[in-house]
């Protein structure tokens, strides 16, 4: 068992930058791949990004491609996105993930879920 809770989300303008934190308890954290993905209202869940337990690859969505960058601090347990330049169409509840095994950006194979945490972009 993994929990997951997220932080660092907020109302910003567009062109700023915010930085989301996901603090991770239970079983060991590096034995899991993580990954963020948001949720906009009245759309489809949608991967943002993945990184292997090490940290060692990431893989990110095209649609963040070059504005964010995903990270994690295996010794504190924590996952982070970075998020420059963002846009409106960044709104969203971004969820951080748990997988055991390698990447993948289907939200049904992650096994832990955090609660979310709204990100609002406005133009």
């Known amino acids: 068992q993994v929990q997951l809770v997220e932080s660092g989300g907020g109302l910003v303008q567009a062109g700023d930058s915010l930085r989301l934190s996901c603090a991770a308890s239970g079983r060991s954290f590096s034995d899991y791949g993580m990954g963020w993905f948001r949720q906009a209202p009245g759309k489809e869940r949608e991967f943002v990004a993945y990184?292997?337990?090490?940290?060692?690859?990431?893989y990110l969505a095209d649609s963040v491609k070059g504005r964010f960058t995903i990270s994690r601090d295996n010794a504190k347990n924590t996952l982070y996105l970075q998020m420059n330049s963002l846009k409106p169409e960044d709104t969203a509840v971004y969820y951080c993930?748990?997988?055991?095994?390698?990447?993948?950006?289907?939200?049904?194979?992650?096994?832990?879920w955090g609660q979310g945490t709204q990100v609002t972009v406005s133009s």
């Open positions: 990184i292997t337990w090490s940290g060692g690859a990431t």
């Open positions: 993930a748990a997988r055991r095994g390698s990447y993948s950006d289907i939200w049904a194979r992650y096994d832990y």
